[in-house]
Protein backbone atom coordinates (compact mmCIF):
# COMPACT_ATOMS: atom_id res chain seq x y z
CA UNK A 1 0.00 0.00 0.00
CA UNK A 2 2.93 2.58 0.61
CA UNK A 3 4.33 1.61 -2.77
CA UNK A 4 0.99 2.92 -4.58
CA UNK A 5 1.12 5.98 -2.52
CA UNK A 6 4.58 6.40 -3.27
CA UNK A 7 4.46 5.82 -6.55
CA UNK A 8 1.59 8.48 -6.85
CA UNK A 9 3.19 11.06 -5.33
CA UNK A 10 6.41 10.65 -7.70
CA UNK A 11 4.03 10.25 -10.86
CA UNK A 12 2.35 14.00 -9.36
CA UNK A 13 5.45 15.70 -8.47
CA UNK A 14 7.27 17.94 -11.00
CA UNK A 15 10.63 18.78 -10.78
CA UNK A 16 10.87 22.22 -10.23
CA UNK A 17 11.29 23.90 -13.92
CA UNK A 18 14.76 26.13 -14.03
CA UNK A 19 15.38 28.50 -16.98
CA UNK A 20 17.66 26.91 -19.95
CA UNK A 21 20.64 28.84 -20.50
CA UNK A 22 22.33 27.46 -23.95
CA UNK A 23 25.84 26.89 -24.07
CA UNK A 24 28.33 29.32 -24.65
CA UNK A 25 30.26 28.73 -27.75
CA UNK A 26 33.67 28.09 -26.58
CA UNK A 27 35.01 27.91 -30.36
CA UNK A 28 36.43 30.74 -32.89
CA UNK A 29 34.34 31.75 -35.54
CA UNK A 30 34.65 28.98 -38.47
CA UNK A 31 36.64 29.53 -41.35
CA UNK A 32 33.15 29.66 -43.50
CA UNK A 33 31.94 33.04 -41.72
CA UNK A 34 35.80 34.88 -42.19
CA UNK A 35 36.25 33.94 -45.75
CA UNK A 36 32.11 35.47 -46.45
CA UNK A 37 33.40 38.60 -44.03
CA UNK A 38 36.60 38.78 -46.40
CA UNK A 39 34.43 38.59 -49.68
CA UNK A 40 32.11 41.19 -48.37
CA UNK A 41 34.68 43.39 -47.57
CA UNK A 42 36.04 42.95 -51.42
CA UNK A 43 33.21 43.25 -53.07
CA UNK A 44 32.40 46.89 -51.08
CA UNK A 45 36.44 47.98 -51.96
CA UNK A 46 35.54 47.08 -55.35
CA UNK A 47 32.29 48.96 -55.85
CA UNK A 48 33.54 52.38 -53.79
CA UNK A 49 36.90 51.98 -56.46
CA UNK A 50 34.57 51.76 -59.41
CA UNK A 51 32.12 54.24 -58.14
CA UNK A 52 35.91 56.30 -57.94
CA UNK A 53 36.42 55.70 -61.58
CA UNK A 54 33.31 56.80 -62.52
CA UNK A 55 33.37 59.79 -60.82
CA UNK A 56 36.89 60.60 -61.80
CA UNK A 57 35.99 59.80 -65.75
CA UNK A 58 32.97 62.24 -65.48
CA UNK A 59 34.89 65.17 -64.16
CA UNK A 60 37.56 64.94 -66.51
CA UNK A 61 35.37 64.50 -69.49
CA UNK A 62 33.58 67.92 -68.16
CA UNK A 63 36.14 69.69 -68.08
CA UNK A 64 37.65 68.51 -71.60
CA UNK A 65 34.16 69.58 -73.04
CA UNK A 66 33.81 72.84 -71.33
Same mark, same amino acid.
Given at each position: ?? &? !?? !?? &? !??? &????? %? $?? %???? =? $? +? $? @? /?? =??? +? /? @? #??? +???? @? *? /?? #?? *? !???? @? %????? =??????
Amino acid at each position: MV &L !IY !IR &L !INK &LWHQP %E $SP %EVPP =E $S +T $S @Q /KP =EVD +T /K @Q #ADN +TNFR @Q *A /KN #AR *A !IRNI @Q %EVYYL =ERRLFL
